[in-house]
T-cell receptor
Framework: SQQGEEDPQALSIQEGENATMNCSYK?????LQWYRQNSGRGLVHLIL?????REKHSGRLRVTLDTSKKSSSLLITASRAADTASYFC?????????FGAGTTVTVRA | DTGVSQDPRHKITKRGQNVTFRCDPI?????LYWYRQTLGQGPEFLTY????????KSRLLSDRFSAERPKGSFSTLEIQRTEQGDSAMYLC???????????FGPGTRLTVL
């Protein structure tokens, strides 16, 4: 079973715009990770946020975590065509990751 | 290249045949994971090794599936008597004990005809 649930399922934006996607989960976690997957390929690790952190930045990425609401958001600023991909959140208690079904982001040139 | 590697990248087999996949983790990582991903879904956990010990197996891993990690280095995942429902992307990941930041390989896409 998958714990995380991303919203929206799909997102289409213009190059240069920001993209925001959300992740909700059900049980307590140690950390939450975001991954990107280009069509038919492996997952690329984007960012890890621990349960005692509220916000984290990495380049054009900003991740927030609200453990009281059991939710996280991923913001991609100034999107580029190369950001077109599926984005997954994954929660972790100890070792295994539980993924949602992902948000498919399309960046139009 | 010091990332996670998997071999083969693609495998097409007939129903009933056995297949074996290999994963080489990042060398300093002592944890290794196998996940399965079907179209339109996120990866689902299959099994996990810490060094050479297999510490957990998902209910998804039927008796036809077996995984090994001899000497705590590379790992193999074998599927016996493949079924069409086994068609999926099989992903391997590795991490260190200190930080559970998992790095994934490119995956092996299995098609069972």
């Amino acid at each position: 079973s998958q714990q995380g649930e991303e919203d929206p399922q799909a997102l289409s934006i213009q190059e240069g715009e920001n993209a925001t996607m959300n992740c909700s989960y059900k049980t307590s976690i140690n950390n939450l990770q975001w991954y990107r997957q280009n069509s038919g390929r492996g997952l690329v690790h984007l960012i890890l946020i621990r349960s005692n952190e509220r916000e984290k930045h990495s380049g054009r990425l900003r991740v927030t975590l609200d453990t009281s609401k059991k939710s996280s958001s991923l913001l991609i600023t100034a999107s580029r065509a190369a950001d077109t991909a599926s984005y997954f959140c994954a929660t972790s208690n100890d070792y295994k990751l539980s993924f949602g079904a992902g948000t498919t982001v399309t960046v139009r040139a | 290249d010091t990332g996670v590697s998997q071999d083969p990248r693609h495998k097409i087999t007939k129903r009933g045949q056995n297949v074996t996949f290999r994963c080489d983790p990042i060398s300093e990582h002592n944890r290794l994971y196998w996940y399965r991903q079907t179209l339109g879904q996120g990866p689902e956990f299959l099994t996990y090794f810490q060094n050479e010990a297999q510490l957990e197996k998902s209910r998804l891993l039927s008796d036809r599936f077996s995984a090994e990690r001899p000497k705590g280095s590379f790992s193999t995942l074998e599927i016996q008597r493949t079924e069409q429902g086994d068609s999926a992307m099989y992903l391997c990941a590795s991490s260190s004990t200190e930080i559970n930041e998992q790095f994934f390989g490119p995956g092996t896409r299995l098609t069972v005809l």
